[in-house]
């Protein structure tokens, strides 16, 4: 970077020598290095572009650049992502949110509201639907492959009168969470385990998880930033991707009753597969598919009316 330039030129510089190391936006991840480092955002922003660049960020701004310019997420390097209009902690033990998993918590959070319109399980309710004499309790959503936080932190701040749980089998990416329920006011229940095993028990009406989906012989040819920096942990879902539905399938009778409502995230081409999993469970009697904005199937949902 030149000794002497205005932060517009700092930007310029940035994005091209981003460009040039064939990182994908490089102008977006210039602006977001150039906020974090000048404590910066919005139009306060825009209205320093003219200013001079601080001497004293220079060897900070230098030093994201060039981690950006390897291919390591910006997400990492400013250490969070927005998600469904909160900033969320990342870091490289947990997948970054993505966009289209907002598309989840919504359909989640409208489906939720039309099965149970109090927010609550009861009375009379079990989680499967079935009258009995028990009383009226929390609506209980349980996220699996918790990660940041981000589905079940958002579901816990958009519908507080729900009780919300959420399993990761890394125990960092559940220190993750944690800051990040913190961090946002809200109370979620995190356990360690694999798939369902750590709510063995627990009386569940709704399951939402965004598993590991990629075929573990496609995982070579993924976007150097998500094959060479984030956890493979969160991204092999066995040889055909879908071994962590099928097993989540397996694993319901570990609860007392299946969930009335089941939200997955897929990857592309896998929502037929994945449709005729809930459907030969037997469980929902409406199978839901839900594309992302470039009307790609990304999500199936299961709802028993």
């Not at 994201?64 to 900033?87: D, H, K, L, S, W």
Request: proline share 8%.
């Amino acid at each position: 970077m030149s000794e002497v330039q205005s932060i517009r030129e700092a930007f310029a510089e940035a994005s091209s020598f981003l460009s040039a190391c064939g990182v994908s936006e490089p102008q977006r991840s210039a602006q977001l290095l150039l906020e974090q480092v000048l404590g910066l955002s919005g139009a306060a922003y825009y209205m320093a572009l003219a200013d001079p660049f601080p001497a004293e960020a220079r060897a900070v701004w230098e030093a994201g650049v060039t981690r950006r310019g390897t291919g390591e997420p910006v997400q990492y390097i400013i250490g969070e992502q927005e998600f469904y209009g909160r900033a969320f902690e990342v870091t490289p033990d947990v997948l970054i949110p993505r966009p289209e998993t907002e598309l989840l918590v919504e359909a989640v959070l409208r489906y939720g509201a039309e099965l149970w319109p109090g927010g609550v399980a009861g009375p009379g309710e079990t989680a499967g639907g079935a009258g009995d004499a028990r009383a009226a309790r929390p609506l209980t959503a349980v996220d699996i492959g918790a990660g940041s936080g981000a589905i079940s932190v958002t579901l816990a701040a958009e519908a507080p009168a729900w009780r919300v749980c959420a399993g990761d089998i890394s125990p960092a990416a559940l220190a993750v969470a944690a800051r990040n329920a913190l961090r946002h006011g809200t109370a979620v229940d995190l356990r360690l385990g694999d798939l369902l095993e750590p709510f063995a028990g627990l009386e569940t009406d709704i399951l939402v998880s965004n598993p590991p989906y990629i075929p573990g012989g496609d995982i070579a040819g993924l976007q150097r930033e998500v094959r060479d920096h984030e956890p493979r942990t969160a991204l092999d879902g066995g040889a055909d991707g879908l071994d962590p539905y099928r097993r989540m399938m397996e694993q319901l009778p570990l609860l007392p009753a299946p969930p009335r409502l089941v939200g997955f995230e897929l990857g592309q081409g896998q929502a037929e597969q994945v449709a005729a999993l809930l459907e030969a469970a037997g469980h929902w009697n409406e199978i839901v598919t839900i594309r992302d904005l470039a009307g790609i199937p990304r999500h199936v949902l299961g709802l028993a009316r």
